[in-house]
């Protein structure tokens, strides 16, 4: 049980395009999500909180209106970056809520040339 | 800021008990200690969490000390599939809680 699945793992788009990662609770389900991104070498960092029918909470640093997050359903939440650039690269990661524990998905790797 | 130290990096060979400490000096009553790993290019997996007793499942055991400012997380039996990065994180004990992650130990099994 508490599986946590993203689509795609892997995208590589050109500068200026946007891109829609997916994640979603596959058992169970999740009234927040959350987003992290990670570049190479370094360790998780929080983007948001993403909230199931309301706003998203963006930690300090993040833009908002770069990474739109949507949160629609108990288990399914999206983020999407905004007219990408080279420097948005990275490992992004989405977790769940379940019970006392969060559980994370695989990642997506974002690639933009 | 994460509120743990761990060291960078550790070796242990294959078969062996890998010991990992953690310290967390700063911990609050309300605060469990949770380990998780992050094999390279996946996502964290959850491993272990406790609040002041000793807790075990089929992936590993936890060693909180009686004051709860460090503890130990142990694989009994290292294999090459251990070999990851470990997050000891300390947080309050409810799922929508976010967390903050540290530097994590670099852990290499070794053949």
């Known amino acids: 049980g508490a599986v946590v699945s993203q689509h795609p793992s892997w995208v590589i788009c050109k500068s200026g395009t946007s891109v829609k990662i997916e994640c979603r609770s596959l058992d169970f389900q999740a009234t927040t999500m959350f987003w992290y991104r990670q570049f190479p070498k370094q360790s998780l960092m929080l983007m948001a909180t993403?909230?199931?029918?309301?706003?998203?909470?963006?930690e300090q640093g993040v833009e908002k209106d770069k990474f739109l997050i949507n949160h629609a359903s108990l288990t399914l939440s999206t983020l999407t970056v905004t007219s990408a650039h080279p420097e948005d690269s990275s490992f992004y990661i989405c977790s769940a809520g379940y019970t006392d524990t969060q559980y994370f998905g695989p990642g997506t790797r974002l690639t933009v040339l | 800021d994460a509120k743990t130290t761990q060291p960078p990096s550790m070796d242990c060979a294959e078969g062996r008990a890998a010991n990992l400490p953690c310290n967390h000096s700063t911990i609050s009553g309300n605060e469990y200690v949770y380990w998780y790993r992050q094999i390279h290019s996946q996502g964290p997996q959850y491993i272990i969490h406790g609040l002041k007793n000793n807790e075990t499942n089929e992936m590993a055991s936890l060693i909180i000390t009686e004051d709860r400012k460090s503890s130990t997380l142990i694989l009994p039996h290292a294999t090459l599939r251990d070999t990851a990065v470990y997050y000891c994180i300390v947080r309050v004990n409810f799922g929508n809680e976010k967390l903050t992650f540290g530097t994590g130990t670099r852990l290499t099994i070794i053949p």
């Open positions: 993403s909230n199931e029918g309301s706003k998203a909470t963006y």
